[in-house]
């Protein structure tokens, strides 16, 4: 680019008797003697990228920016007067006597001009690392965060596997040895839907329902009764729509839970799914309302609040979780951004 245009400018700025001399012998004439220039910039570039390993210290830099001007500028003068001598077809001489026919103009031109050299690539240098360790830092950052993600999901497993073994546990008491066996043998299917949750980000809302339906099932097989659970569902495609693992489920486990607490089911527990579109890709709404009694309730349950951390880590402000008690019932609602499954 300065070639081009220190070769526009000097054909422009010709006097008529020069007109003769082509653009391209200019720019040719130019190009030369940007050589050493463009020598410079690939020495600089190779020198701050392997200095960037190590940082040198602020007199590391004030000495190769000495050392730069005390070699390259005399260089640079020696070869533009030889530059010179070559298209005005003069003799050339030794390399002291070029550079004794520079002005004191020209070797504070080329003083400047390297000293520009300097410094861009150092600040590019500079940048560049700035840029990396921030890059460092994100990488560390959402390690850590899939890492305490990973954690949290995994404390959801002891929830629901100690409220499924209690069932089963209470059924061998009583000598319910087939609905026992049933009920295992449903654990054994949840637990292997688990498992490949835990090894994932994502799951679709449609494998969450149907493992939240089978969890009710062996329940119903554990305590008896069916339909404990009223299913409000939105009619929808849900397999194209994702949340994380296992994110649906302590609200369901938290009603189950107080419904159960008494001994004797106070159901139904009502359990409601939609899409909310209110512009935009909209949000996935859950609300499971059940029976305020004497179990747990209001939604500060161990495995509500590990849902409330996730929610927070992944989605912000954007996703939300409240416990309400609505005269004899408690509501636990739900709210989060929708994602398309496959994003």
Not at 55 to 74: E, G, I, K, S
Not at 103 to 131: P, Q
Not at 170 to 195: C, F, G, I, M, V
């Amino acid at each position: 680019m300065l070639a081009l245009l220190g070769a526009l400018a000097s054909h422009s700025d010709a006097p008529p008797a020069a007109a003769h001399a082509s653009l391209a012998m200019t720019l040719l004439r130019f190009v030369l003697l940007h050589l050493p220039l463009s020598a410079l910039s690939l020495v600089l570039a190779l020198g701050f990228d392997r200095a960037e390993q190590s940082r040198p210290r602020l007199a590391r830099l004030l000495l190769a920016y000495l050392a730069t001007l005390l070699v390259f500028v005399p260089l640079l003068c020696a070869w533009q007067s030889a530059m010179d001598s070559v298209f005005n077809g003069k003799p050339l001489v030794t390399p002291i006597a070029l550079i004794e026919r520079q002005s004191a103009l020209n070797w504070w031109f080329n003083a400047l001009m390297l000293s520009i050299a300097y410094a861009a690539h150092l600040a590019y240098s500079t940048w560049r690392h700035a840029h990396a360790q921030t890059l460092a830092w994100q990488a560390a950052q959402q390690g850590n965060l899939a890492l305490r993600l990973r954690l949290l999901q995994g404390q959801l497993e002891p929830y629901f596997l100690s409220s499924a073994l209690a069932g089963i546990g209470k059924l061998n008491r009583t000598a319910q040895r087939e609905q026992a066996t049933r009920a295992l043998a449903r654990l054994s299917d949840l637990l292997r839907y688990a498992l490949r949750a835990s090894q994932s980000d994502w799951q679709s809302v449609a494998d969450e329902v149907r493992f939240m339906r089978d969890y009710v099932d062996m329940q119903g097989i554990c305590h008896g009764g069916d339909g404990l659970v009223e299913w409000r569902i939105e009619p929808c495609d849900w397999a194209d729509y994702r949340c994380p693992p296992l994110l649906l489920f302590p609200m369901l486990e938290q009603a189950l839970g107080a419904c159960l607490a008494g001994g004797t089911p106070a159901f139904p527990i009502v359990v409601g799914i939609v899409r909310e579109r209110c512009g935009g890709p909209g949000r996935v709404r859950v609300e499971v309302a059940y029976p305020h009694g004497g179990g747990a309730g209001g939604g500060e349950g161990g495995a509500l609040a590990v849902m409330a951390e996730r929610l927070a880590m992944l989605y912000g402000a954007a996703a939300t979780l409240s416990a309400t008690v609505d005269g004899a019932l408690v509501r636990l609602r739900l709210a989060y951004p929708v994602s398309h499954h496959d994003e």
